[in-house]
């Protein structure tokens, strides 16, 4: 049963602390997806590739925030240094685009605590 | 910019009547439309897509539409179950140059037994 695996699941960090969060996407897929889910916000988007190649990384904040991918089977994310306001779940999705349409495949999320 | 409204009031219905969820968005007009259901502690699901061409869309007990001018899709669930208790979030495609999709900050929807 294909799915998106994403790891950690919970993680709990100290302000000013390096967090990277890991995601394998569905084999054959060929765009990843980060989003940030917040009660205020909703679901945000900071990032995607295609083909491992990033789109777009419009919705992170630059000075603090990067996202790869290193090879296909694996996307990350990762947050230096982290801030309270980064709390947060971040999702990871992949989809096969073909056109301009494909249904997004989510991985189960990374809970992400900052104290 | 583009701007998705759903209701942010939990919708609240009993067991076996029609539950509707609307999805209202501005400042654009996107080729396609789709629907996700999100579970407490768990990532969205896909459900169901519709496009700018397409009137009404089925699957099972789901039905979307979706209505250009006015600018909103609905989503019913007919003969709902207290399975169906969930977040339910629309999507759109970003307008050019942002292709990802948008979501609208979803509807809790609770089916009361």
């Known amino acids: 049963d294909a799915r998106v695996t994403q790891t950690p699941r919970d993680k709990v960090t100290e302000m000013g602390q390096e967090v990277t969060m890991r995601c394998q996407p569905i084999l054959g897929h060929n765009t990843v997806f980060w989003y940030r889910q917040t009660m205020m916000q909703g679901l945000e988007l900071l990032a995607y590739?295609?083909?491992?190649?990033?789109?777009?990384d419009s919705g992170m904040p630059k000075d603090r925030f990067s996202a790869e991918m290193p090879d296909a089977t694996l996307a990350t994310l990762k947050i230096q240094p982290s801030e309270p306001r980064d709390s947060a779940v971040y999702f990871c999705?992949?989809?096969?685009?073909?056109?301009?349409?494909?249904?997004?495949?989510f991985g189960e999320g990374s809970r992400l605590t900052v104290l | 910019s583009q701007k998705i409204e759903q209701n942010s009031e939990a919708l609240n219905i009993q067991e076996g009547k029609t539950a509707t969820l609307t999805c209202n968005y501005t400042n654009y007009s996107p080729a396609y439309l789709q629907w996700y259901r999100q579970d407490p502690g768990r990532g969205p699901v896909f459900l169901l897509l519709i496009r700018e061409n397409e009137k009404e869309k089925r699957k099972e007990r789901l039905k979307v539409t979706f209505d250009t001018t006015l600018k909103q899709s609905l989503f019913h669930i007919t003969a709902s179950q207290p399975a169906d208790s969930a977040t339910y979030l629309c999507?759109?495609?970003?307008?050019?140059?942002?292709?990802?999709?948008?979501f609208g900050s979803g509807t809790r929807l609770q089916v009361q037994p």
């Open positions: 590739f295609r083909n491992r190649a990033p789109l777009d």
């Open positions: 999507a759109l495609p970003g307008e050019a140059g942002r292709r990802a999709l948008t």
């Open positions: 999705a992949s989809a096969l685009i073909t056109g301009a349409v494909g249904e997004l495949f």
